[in-house]
Each structure stands twice: as C-alpha cells, then as structure tokens.
C-alpha cells in the first residue's frame, strides 16, 4: 500500500482526465464556485450539484470543513465519482500546510472507500486560495507519496504549462 502509487503530472482540463475518481477543489458549501469547481460543475452537469444539495441537507448542514473530503458520483464527466475537498487559504487558514496535506490524504481515503484505481488531482488551493504553487506542488507529491492508499495511480493535473515545468522540475 502506498509505495506503489504511481503519481503522474498532466497538464490540461481535469474535467476531461479519464479516472475512476475526479477530485474538486470545492468551496465549504459544497455549491459551486469558481476555479476547478466551477468547471466541475459546469462539465458535470446538474447531478453534482443536486447531490451537493443533498449531502449538505443530511450530513453536512454546516458544509464541508477544511481539509475533509466526501464524495458524489460526476455526472458527465468521464469519471465514476466526484470527491470534494476544502483547501485552506493561504495565511488565513489555521496550520495551513496541514490541512491542505489533509485534503490530498483524506481524498486517498475515501478514494479507497469507494475502491478507485485511478484519481486525478487539481493542484488544491493554488488558485483563488493564493497557495504558493512552488509549496502547493510539494504538498501534493509529498501528500500523495507517504499516504498508504490502494490506489495505483494519482494523477496532479497541472491547469498551464508553467505549473507542468514547475512540479517536472521539482520531482527531478
């Protein structure tokens, strides 16, 4: 478990990545944002939301807390299962680097739960939430390498080239 995920780099719209499980980078109400998540959304059409809307009419009333993750089935998308999770904002959010480590971690876990094989990853807090990306790009890899999971292969889907060179030249 874990020493044989294989942790791929892509560059492009997560949206149209093949994979069992598709995470979003949500915001706490778990009703659309911008970023990922609106894209999600969009792409995914009207079933995400309306389970959204059921999940914060039954388990979570108060929306998703920072750093826990929970997932939906995706719609449209060509993927079995949305997971949402809730990055910190950089210097606004308490222990930051922790609860975004906890969102890749928590979003292996359930992952695990549903048993998908394969999960692609935004890059979780480096857009609207102001993430270093140089930090955000170490978080993720280092997250997603020392959790134990079942999954064979995590991919980070990097939105521009610049951030695609930036993790290459810090995996090498």
């Known amino acids: 478990m874990g020493t044989h995920t294989r942790i791929a780099l892509h560059h492009g719209d997560i949206t149209r990545l093949p994979a069992d499980a598709v995470v979003n980078a949500a915001n ?6 911008g ?15 309306r389970e959204c ?3 914060r009419a039954t388990r979570l009333p108060d929306g998703l807390p920072t750093g826990q993750a929970v997932a939906t089935g995706a719609g449209e998308l ?3 299962w949305v997971i949402h999770t ?3 904002v ?3 959010t308490p222990d930051g680097e922790r ?8 979003s292996l876990a359930v992952a695990d739960e549903l048993g998908a094989l394969t999960v692609a990853f935004p890059l979780i807090s480096a857009g609207a939430y102001g993430w270093p990306r140089e930090e955000a790009i170490h978080t993720a890899l280092d997250s997603i390498a020392t959790t134990p999971t079942t999954i064979e292969t995590a991919t980070l889907v990097l939105f521009d080239a610049a951030t695609l060179r930036l993790a290459r030249s810090l995996v090498d």
Do not use: F, T
């Open 99 to 106: 609860r975004l480590a906890e969102c890749y971690r928590n």
């Open 53 to 55: 809307r059921e999940l």
């Open 78 to 80: 060509p993927a079995r």
């Open 35 to 49: 970023g990922v998540d609106g894209a999600i959304h969009r792409s995914g059409g009207p079933e995400i939301l």
């Open 86 to 88: 809730v990055g910190p």
């Open 28 to 33: 706490s109400s778990l009703l659309g944002g």
């Open 90 to 92: 950089h210097g606004r």
